[in-house]
């Protein structure tokens, strides 16, 4: 049973918090038991993830959140259970298999999610802001925000990026795994047949981040190599966040984040701004090299079976979806041991130390990884974290930040940079329009 919004906030106005004499950087064990329990600062919390690839379910399998999960990570019944009052829904689209349709498959993705807000307007509403995701909260229903992931959805249309925004989403990560016309990943920046960009972000990808910052869309780092990253900082003129990246001093994928990053996105933005935000990657890969290992080691073993079944699959006319690629991938990561809980805390503590407290969240990949660290199922599983957290002596506020409030101030800080650039001009001349389209 959920309490009313109401009530939690008397219990925790008035209750002391517990930590509050540690410097907020530096959390230290606590010595006597915390006044609040990780039960009641779960519940007090405005717990916002931003990033689940559940819409792919949707979609291709009219996968509907009132039903089991099945496989899955998230449906109401596990938001409810752990408290989850806002969710980020990717509208990520699989490059190779959407090949010339990039735009319709994101506009698909868009409309899968607004139906399941429209079939349950009693457990989802769609939001578009920080006041919307409060709203949500009073109300008991589960926010559903949208990010694109991967800029290739705009087909180098400035126009399309502005019909997105106007359909509700909120953030865009400029690169999924493959690079595109105006932006490098991290994922191919090393394959020398793919074309990259001079720095990072050609002048087209300059113009994108500029127009995201005037509609008050969201940066979003993930997924982009180092140049890409670092181009973005510079250019964007809010600041910047990561959706779903973990830390690279401690496990070395070259998709998570090295600690001067982390430190550039928490300093990201112009002078009013108070920073981006890392949120972190519960993918068991991302947090755990001894994993990641293992997983790459049967690496070329997977891939044959894999595209064995594949191409058996086709041959018998099946449409091949991603719900089904990845439920092969979940087969070959059962056969690797899942790391501890304490692996993804270990990265959140560390972006808290490295970025400070007030620029780390989660970024949980729900429905779009093939493995979790032990304990982390569902949705439901979220107040293992807080109470993995208050026992390495984060305080409730700390607690607070993470769950959610860092993220909302960086939603605000987004905004706000909109409108300050709205106000400024509605015309500002693109570098692409004096300068001819280069790749
Ligand atoms: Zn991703």
């Known amino acids: 049973m959920r309490f009313p919004y109401a009530v939690l906030f008397l219990l925790t106005a008035t209750q002391p918090l517990f930590a509050q004499s540690n410097p907020p950087h530096h959390p230290k064990p606590v010595t006597h038991k915390p006044t609040l329990s990780a039960e009641a600062v779960q519940r007090s919390a405005i717990v916002i993830d931003t990033h689940a690839d559940t819409p792919q379910r949707m979609l ?17 019944a596990s938001a409810k259970a752990g408290n989850l009052g806002a969710e980020f829904f990717s509208i990520w689209v699989e490059p190779k298999m959407n090949a010339g349709h990039y735009a319709r498959r994101t506009l698909e993705l868009i409309d899968a999610v607004c139906q399941q807000a429209a079939a349950h307007p ?14 949500a909260h009073r109300e ?19 126009g399309l990026l502005r019909d997105y925004y ?26 020398p047949s793919v074309h990259h960009t001079q720095d990072g972000l050609t002048d087209f990808g300059k113009d994108v981040v500029y127009e995201m910052n005037r509609l008050g869309m969201m940066v979003d780092i993930s997924h982009v190599a180092d140049r890409t990253f670092y181009r973005a900082v510079i250019t964007s003129r809010a600041p910047v966040f990561a959706s779903h990246s973990s830390a690279r001093a401690l496990t070395a994928a070259p998709r998570n984040m090295t600690d001067d990053m982390l430190r550039a996105v928490a300093r990201s933005g ?11 990657n519960f993918y068991s890969g991302f ?8 997983w790459n080691a049967q690496a070329p073993e997977r891939q044959a079976t894999e595209a064995a079944q594949v191409a058996q699959w ?62 982390i199922d569902s949705a439901a599983d ?38 300050q650039l709205q106000a400024e001009s509605d015309n500002r001349p693109r570098i692409t329009d004096q300068q001819p389209f280069r790749k």
Not at 60 to 76: A, I, R, S
Not at 406 to 418: I, K
């Open 60 to 76: 291709d399998e009219h996968y509907d959140l009132t039903q089991p999960l099945n496989g899955g990570y998230l449906n109401f």
């Open 122 to 135: 009693d457990q989802m509403m769609m939001a578009y802001s920080p006041e919307d995701i409060e709203r």
């Open 140 to 158: 008991h229903k589960l926010a559903a925000l949208m990010g694109i992931e991967g800029g290739h959805s705009i087909e180098d249309s400035l």
């Open 166 to 191: 106007r359909l509700g989403v909120r953030y865009m990560t400029l690169t999924w795994s493959n690079s595109n016309d105006w932006a490098d990943s991290s994922g191919d920046i090393d394959d």
């Open 270 to 280: 112009g002078p009013t701004s108070h920073g981006g935000v890392v949120m972190v």
């Open 287 to 294: 947090i755990s090299d001894a994993w990641r290992n293992a």
């Open 314 to 375: 086709k041959a018998e006319g099946r449409t091949v979806t991603y719900g089904m690629a990845d439920a092969l991938d979940r087969q070959w990561a059962a056969k690797i041991p899942r790391p501890p809980l304490s692996d993804l805390i270990d990265h959140i503590d560390h972006v808290a130390k490295v970025a400070g407290i007030d620029h780390v969240g989660l970024g949980s990949d729900f429905d779009g990884i093939p493995s979790s660290p032990q304990g």
């Open 382 to 419: 979220l107040p293992k974290i807080t109470a993995a957290l208050m026992a390495r002596g984060y305080s409730p506020e700390d607690c607070r930040k993470i769950l959610g409030g860092n993220f909302l101030r960086f939603f605000r800080d987004v905004q706000a940079t909109a409108k």
